[in-house]
């Protein structure tokens, strides 16, 4: 089902009105869907709309997740970072929690739990002041292993909140995350050039 949409009228100077009829026909789409995305992005960086994080440096990143896997070993969320700046996805991780951690924390709704803790980790992370898009784990071999990250029973506390806890006042340490010098994309081969089209 379609989110339901109201219909508003805005007096803008002409200039901007301009500018943005440029940018609309710059990108190929209708001048309506450039200024919602522009509203989009500016409710992102007050904390409303889509889940978004603000790094260290400013930058603006989206952050939208699907489900990715769920068996007998573990349940994991797939997470893409976009920067709506370059309107591109920067990187894409999979995270996700080992089965033993799922029981012991005596989860009922694996999903959603699983979700939540890897939106957890990525602030976590940012909070560190890591970049998000140019974050990496050594947890599996492999380059195409890089952007996966399975949390494991000896890793984490008893709890879920004591681990969410651990989390927030900063005291949790992931061995296995590093910061790259460049964004997953262009490590991945996007020449940087590309950001700009």
Not at 34 to 50: D, T
Not at 98 to 110: E, M
Not at 113 to 131: M, P, Q, W
Not at 173 to 187: A, G, M, P, T, Y
Request: charged residues 30%.
């Amino acid at each position: 089902m379609a989110d339901k949409t109201s219909n508003i009228s805005i007096r803008i100077p002409e200039e901007y009105r301009k500018r943005l009829q440029l940018h609309a026909d710059k990108k190929g789409i209708s001048f309506n869907a450039h200024v919602l995305r522009v509203l989009e992005i500016h409710l992102m960086s007050c904390g409303f709309g889509p889940t978004a994080l603000t790094s260290a440096s400013g930058r603006l990143f989206q952050i939208r997740t699907e489900p990715y896997l769920d068996n007998v070993d573990e349940t994991t969320w797939a997470y893409f970072i976009d920067e709506p700046k370059f309107e591109k996805e920067r990187a894409y991780y999979f995270i996700g929690i080992g089965r033993t951690i799922l029981r012991d924390w005596q989860v009922t709704d694996k999903s959603t739990v699983s979700k939540e803790v890897g939106l957890a980790l990525l602030s976590f992370y940012n909070r560190k002041g890591l970049e998000i898009d140019r974050l990496s784990w050594n947890q599996y071999p492999g380059p195409d292993n890089d952007g996966r990250r399975v949390l494991q029973v000896a890793e984490v506390p008893e709890t879920l909140e004591e681990f969410l806890d651990q989390l927030m006042s900063d005291k949790w340490v992931d061995k296995f995350v590093q910061q790259d010098e460049k964004s997953q994309d262009i490590r991945r081969g996007r020449p940087e050039s590309a950001l700009y089209r």
